[in-house]
């Protein structure tokens, strides 16, 4: 790709960018949210067409011009992105093929045959799904891995992996990697982009720094160091990447639950969380280590009054009914969903509008939203949090995976809640925006505020948790503190 230039309404997202893959490697494109990386590779991808863009794209050493993604697709280039789109009343196997159903030019689909080409390319691809399944009853991790199948369906030359490991598990992730490596072997070019320095180092034969929509370093794997390519895409060294806290845990139990039960939504006498207890002190972090479908989504989401359940939970030593979120809120219980996308943000909303979601009454007067308090407060959540918008009236959409986070937490936080369950809370954002979510993580911790974590990166798991639960299969199978915490006894428990 050279010279990409690339301006949305007074934003410029790419400036001259020349980005140069080798045939047959891993080229991992780095940066931090809003750097320009997905910008660049929707323009590879055909989603900004020929003509929306100022520069000129090159595969195989042949000028090309994309009109469509369909174009893009249909000229050799896959792209995995990073927000799942899935259709989810139609199988697996429709899935993957959506668009490609026929073979050769066919009008008419047969589907004894659409399983069969199903199950053979997952098969290749060592992904164990029945082509049969319907996709709504999938989970985030299997449905990236039905996506990740899909863009693999026409045999790409070149292949965009965007963040496509963010819901996927150890294992998965692994078997990903051996994929990758095995189609590099055979030819594949791939595109990596992830904010996970471990994966970069395991998968990548060359890398590509963005930042502020300029290519900023370039680094061969011998020249790999975490420190200065960290620097270079932040613009700045980070000291102390995971913050140790400076405060002391109370003795106070804050959050009690005992014998918590959710029932399966799809299966009968069969449950997802089985007889789960625990407690959680003033200013603890307590971390729930697990793999996808262990049920620590399930159990943080019970909790909050999102999902049916049964047991008993006390706060502060008086027990609770939490029946809906509303419930869960006016207890001093606040949540942090997993996916911001699906169920964290109203994208047709300001910034201000998103803020305050959560307890409007604060900014009202006799029942009318008083717009300059809402306004007040969101400005001080947008210093607070140091969230890089033009002002609080900016669209969510228009600003970067980081920043969006950010303003979920800004949701979550406003109603003061004295034990805030994270799920996932660094998904999909860069180191920068890392750092500043572990720094507020532990100033909530100095506040009293007790916090449940959940997360898939175990080194970020294991350097910011006081305390560790581990579940598998909906039960807690293991419970240790931090001075007896290792990645060995986490993976060993979760797996069982």
Known sequence: MQSISKSFPGV??????SFRVEHSHIHALIGENGAGKSTLMKILDGVYPAGNFEGQILLDGKPVMFRSPFDARRQGIGYVPQEISVLEKLTVAENIFVGLWTEK??????????????????????????????????????????????????????????????????????????VVRHLRDQGLTTIFITHKMNELFEIADRATVLRDGAVV?????????????????????????????????????VLRVENLTVPHPHLARRNVVDGVSFAVRRGEILGFGGLVGSGRSETVNALYGRVEHTGRVYVEGREVRVA?????????????????????????????????LHDLPEVSHLRVLDRSRETEVADRYLKRLSIRAPSVETMVGNLSGGNQQKVVLAKVLFPKPRVLFLDEPTKGVDVGAKNEIYKLMMELAGQGIALVVISSDLPELLALCDRFIVLARGRVVDEFSKAEASDQRLMLAATG
């Open 12 to 17: 410029r997202a790419l400036s001259q960018v």
């Open 105 to 178: 030019g066919g009008t008419v689909v047969g589907f004894k045959r659409l399983f069969a080409r199903a199950k053979e390319l997952l098969d290749s691809i060592r992904v164990q799904l029945d082509p049969h399944r319907t996709v709504a009853t999938l989970n985030a991790s299997q449905r990236q891995l039905v996506m990740i199948a899909r863009a693999l369906a026409t045999k790409p030359s070149v292949l965009i992996l965007d963040e496509a490991t963010a819901c996927l598990t150890l294992d998965e992730t692994k078997n990903l990697f051996g």
């Open 217 to 253: 370093a370039e680094f061969d794997r011998s020249e790999f160091d975490q420190h200065t390519i960290v620097a270079a895409m932040v613009g700045r060294k980070i000291e102390n990447f995971y913050p140790t806290r400076d405060s002391a845990i109370g003795d106070e139990e």
């Open 324 to 356: 809906t979120p509303q419930d869960a809120k006016a207890h001093g219980l606040g949540l942090l969903t997993e996916d911001r996308k699906l169920d964290g943000l109203l994208f047709n909303f300001a910034i201000r509008e998103n803020m305050t």
